[in-house]
Every structure is written in C-alpha cells, then in structure tokens.
C-alpha cells in the first residue's frame, strides 16, 4: 500500500517543501526591477534583454539534462548543492558590472536556480495523497507565485533602505540560507519509487517524433509559448513602463495580478470544473488581447492599474487549463513528456519574452510592444480554433481529473 495515502495534505514535510518552493521563486520576483538597475549603468536596452534572458537560456539546456537523474530519494543533496550555488551568485552581482562577467553570472545563477526548482517539484511528489493531488498542485502553484505578489512593490524601498539593488540580491541570498533547516525537517517517502519507475520506461526517437507532429500537441505548446513571452516581457519592462507612463509604483500592477493569479489557483478545480476547458482558454485568451490593448493606449494610472486584475485573471485560468489539456490529450505514455516540454515553452518565453521586448522598446516605445502581445495573442487564438474539433473529442474530462491523475 502507497504510505502516502494516509498522510494528510497538509503535513509539515509538504508545507516545508512549499516553504522552499517560495524561497525558490525569490529568484525571479527579485529581478522586477535588474532592468532599470542595468539601464542605470550604461547597458543599451538589446544588451539588457539578453543579459536578463540568459538566466532562463541556462534553464532551457539545464533542465531537460538534470530532469532524468531527479527523484525524491535524492532531492535534498540536488536542493543542497544548488542552493549554496545559488546563494553564492546573489553574493556576485555586487562584483559584476561589466558585459561578461554578468552573463556568465546568469547562466551560472539560472542553472542553478533550475536544479534547485527541479529538485523540490521532484520531492513534493513524496508527500501528496493522491486524492488530494489538485488541492495539492493549486497550493504549490500560489507557493510559486506569492513572491511575484509581494516582491515587488517592496523592492524600491528595500534598495534605499540598503544602499543599492545588488545588495538587496545579497539580502536575497541571505534568505535563501533558510533553506538548510527547512532540508532537515524532511524525510522523503520511498513508497512511490515503483510509480516513479513505471514512468522512466525509455520512450523511442519514433514515438518522440510522432507526438510532436500532432497539431493538437504543438498548438498547446505554442500557446503557452505566447502566453509566457508576454508574461515575462511584461514582468521584466513594466517597471521601465511604469516610469515612461509617471505611474508612482508600477509593482503594483504585478501585486494585483499574481493576487488574481493565486485566487484563480486556489479556488482551482471546485472553479473551473463547471466549465469546459475549449471555453476557459478561448475566453483568456480572447479577453488578453483586450488586456494588452487596453495597456497599449494607456497614458496614465488609472487604466494600467485597470488592466492588473483583468491580465491576472486570464494568464491564472489559461496556464493550468492548457498544462490540464496538454495532460488530456497525451498519450498515457507520454504525459510526462508533454508536461516537461509545457515547462520548456515557459522557460522559452522567459528567455524570449525580454530579448523581444527589448528590441521593440529598443527601436519604438512601450506602447508598440503591448501591440505586438496582443497581436502574437490574437494569433494564438486562431491556432486554438484551428484545433479545437480535435481538442473537444477530451472536452468531456474535468481539469480536476487531469490533475488528480498526475
């Protein structure tokens, strides 16, 4: 019998990894405003762009090579050695200010934020009852967007209070030691060993190539490609926007959308199951585009603040649902796969999101970029619609059940 499923949800291993999983996450929140610092020190705006978009580059190569080798059993010697390289990286920034040294900081910084990231979803595993696996992944998602709430109006303040942005990464890194006692209270499970097993069973080059040629399979990837290049965009420049618009605390636009973000997690399935999944993902993406035009006309507060709760609410419900949807119509054999290369086109928009938007910015001005997002958006939707026959054939199934039956 599975020792996991008499434990509780809520158990102190499984809020410890959550705990960790937030500390994890510091690692982006942190970087609201590395733009504008970078901006302060000379860097022309396409240099910006690809010094922030190493950090999710290194992730691109680094997870699909770490991924294999992670399991519960060996997790917390992954979570220890990438912490201290992670800790130590936030200690750096303060010695590089110069092209070379920061991107080889980047990369180092963003593979080792991604073994650690890795590493805890990979121990999580170990304490979620099954039948509470949707409750369970809609906690550990807010867990992962918290910090993107709270980070960064405090940011600002946090850089007076200590005299500049790269000691407040050396605060972070600080922080972050927080990790170490968190590691002993966690004991993993070895109960789901044979599960895990049954889901290495090697997949052939045939059946790899086979299940990225179906449409259906590659739309879903696109859009949560597109949903995350304008996520990330927005994220790295809003502040720089913020600034351009005389808006006093742009942070808040990503305090009220993540808090949206979180809500729509949190509520999860009891929510989203009285829909269909086709209508949740036609409808945010369709409303996105009235989003990133509203944010593309803005002059003032007012509508920026506006379009907060609207983005949140839309980038909240379409992100679990396509992930929920990729899960469907995988092939049993092959649900892992996909999942993993859902989390390759978020990491892909994270490394192209900023580069783009730096070469729109770059040549024009903030209002064109938030075009581009609504028009790349707007495309996503006619691929959608393009699939959606094939896509309600698994209409029937509710989110709640894709999820439970990760």
């Known amino acids: 019998m599975n020792k996991v499923n008499s434990h509780k ?13 937030f500390l994890a996450y510091l690692n982006l ?14 860097f022309h705006p396409g240099i910006i762009g690809i010094i922030i978009s ?8 680094i997870r699909p090579m770490v991924s294999p080798f992670l399991f519960p059993s060996n997790a917390r010697k992954w979570i220890a050695i990438s912490t201290l390289v992670d800790v130590a990286s936030l200690f750096l920034y303060l010695a590089a200010n110069t092209i070379w040294p920061l991107l080889i900081l980047r990369f180092v910084h963003g593979a080792a934020y991604v073994c650690m990231a890795a590493s805890k979803m990979a121990l999580i595993v170990a304490f979620i009852p099954p039948k509470k696996a949707s409750l369970a992944f809609s906690f550990t998602s807010a867990s992962m967007l918290l910090p ?38 966690i004991h993993p499970k070895d109960a789901q060993d044979n599960e895990l097993k049954v889901k290495e069973k090697h997949i052939s080059h045939k059946e790899y190539f086979r299940d990225l040629s179906q449409p259906k399979i590659l739309v879903v990837l696109a859009i949560i490609l597109v949903l995350f290049v304008c996520i990330a965009a927005s994220f790295v420049y809003c502040a720089q926007f913020g600034v351009h618009i005389n808006v006093a605390n742009p942070g808040l636009f990503f305090t009220i959308a993540i808090v949206m973000m979180i809500l729509v997690r949190l509520v999860g399935g009891q929510f989203m199951d009285r829909f269909k999944a086709s209508v949740l ?7 996105l585009v009235i989003g990133y035009s509203g944010l593309a006309v803005t002059k003032g ?28 119509i995988s092939k049993p054999r092959l649900q892992s796969l996909n999942q993993n290369f859902g989390t390759e086109m978020v990491d892909g928009g994270f490394f192209l999101g900023p580069i783009i938007g730096a070469a729109i910015i770059g040549m024009s001005h903030f209002h064109l970029f938030f075009i581009f997002c609504a028009v790349i958006t707007g495309l996503s939707f006619l691929g959608f619609i393009l699939v959606l026959p094939e896509l309600r054939k698994h209409d029937h199934l509710k989110i709640s059940e894709s999820y439970n039956n990760k």
Not at 54 to 61: A, P, R, Y
Not at 153 to 181: C, E, H, R, S, W
Not at 281 to 287: D, E, F, K, Q, T
């Open 9 to 21: 949800l809520f158990s102190k291993d499984f809020i410890a990894v959550n705990i960790m999983i």
């Open 29 to 42: 929140a942190v970087f609201f405003t590395f733009a504008p610092y970078l901006a302060a020190k000379g």
């Open 54 to 61: 190493v950090f999710s580059l290194s992730g691109l190569i």
């Open 148 to 185: 993107m709430a709270i980070v960064p109006p405090l940011l600002n303040p946090l850089t007076q209070l200590l005299g500049g942005f790269d000691k407040v990464l050396a605060a972070t890194g600080v922080l972050m030691l927080v990790i170490y006692p968190l590691l002993l209270l």
């Open 281 to 287: 993902i036609a409808g945010s993406l369709a409303v």
């Open 301 to 328: 507060p007012i509508l920026f603040y506006a379009m907060a709760p609207i983005c949140g609410l839309c980038w909240g419900v379409a992100h679990p649902v396509l992930h929920a949807v990729l899960f469907r």
